[in-house]
């Protein structure tokens, strides 16, 4: 159990063009929703969080209009980037909660989207 | 505010040798305490978590790790390293409350030599 999906795993794009990232939990209802980004060589730093239903709440220095948060539903969030240019090519992971945990704070890691803008 | 450091940035060992990964953390209460590998292009793997009661935790692989609240520490050990443990390794925290995002250390890449 507790399975979170990413799709795709991998994207090339062009520059200036959209891409949009989806992340799903496969058998348990996500009430919070978290998107990591990572750097080659470097740890995953947190871009926001989104809860179900609500907007999402990003971090200092993340531009929210650059990269769109959407969690529709409580198992599905998207991360849109837009108008994505070569300095946003990253490793982009997100995590889920269960929200059935109660208090416990575990989250479990989708697989990653690599997203190389040229 | 809460933060992970993991002090060693890269770290070699025999196959077959035995291994700590140090981690420690700044939070004012106990948080939970995760470690995780990643191999490269991959994504996250839960190796093992502390949330309360015994402080030495077994996890998958082998791996063990033992918190010490007094060091404020969280190290990852195993007594003999296979080559395919080299990777990076992140320890992480949370704070004891519901709906929070892991606060991530910078990680240590093993580098397992025959």
């Known amino acids: 159990g507790a399975v979170v999906s990413q799709h795709p795993s991998r994207v090339i794009c062009k520059s200036g063009t959209s891409v949009k990232i989806e992340c799903r939990s496969l058998?348990?209802?996500?009430?919070?929703m978290f998107w990591y980004r990572q750097f080659p060589k470097q740890s995953l730093m947190l871009m926001a969080t989104?809860?179900?239903?609500?907007?999402?709440?990003?971090e200092q220095g993340v531009e929210k209009d650059k990269f769109l948060i959407n969690h529709a539903s409580l198992t599905l969030s998207t991360l849109t980037v837009t108008s994505a240019h070569p300095e946003d090519s990253s490793f982009y992971i997100c995590?889920?909660?269960?929200?059935?945990?109660?208090?416990?704070?575990?989250?479990?890691f989708g697989p990653g989207t690599r997203l190389t803008v040229l | 505010a809460q933060s992970v450091t993991q002090p060693d940035i890269h770290i070699t060992v025999s196959e077959g040798a035995s291994l700590e990964l140090r981690c420690n953390y700044s939070?004012?209460?106990?948080?939970?305490l995760f470690w995780y590998v990643q191999s490269p292009g991959q994504g996250l793997q839960l190796l093992l978590k502390?949330?309360?009661?015994?402080?030495l935790v077994q996890g998958i692989k082998g791996f063990e790790a033992e918190f010490k609240r007094s060091q404020s520490s969280f190290n990852l050990r195993k007594p003999s390293v296979h080559w395919s443990d080299a990777a990076e390794y992140f320890c992480a925290v949370a704070p004891n409350q519901a709906g929070t995002a892991l606060i991530f250390g910078k990680g240590t890449t093993l580098s397992v030599s025959s």
């Open positions: 995590s889920a909660r269960d929200g059935r945990q109660g208090s416990y704070n575990e989250q479990f």
């Open positions: 989104s809860n179900e239903g609500s907007k999402a709440t990003y």
């Open positions: 502390y949330f309360s009661g015994d402080t």
């Open positions: 939070y004012g209460a106990t948080p939970y």
């Open positions: 058998d348990f209802q996500a009430t919070t």
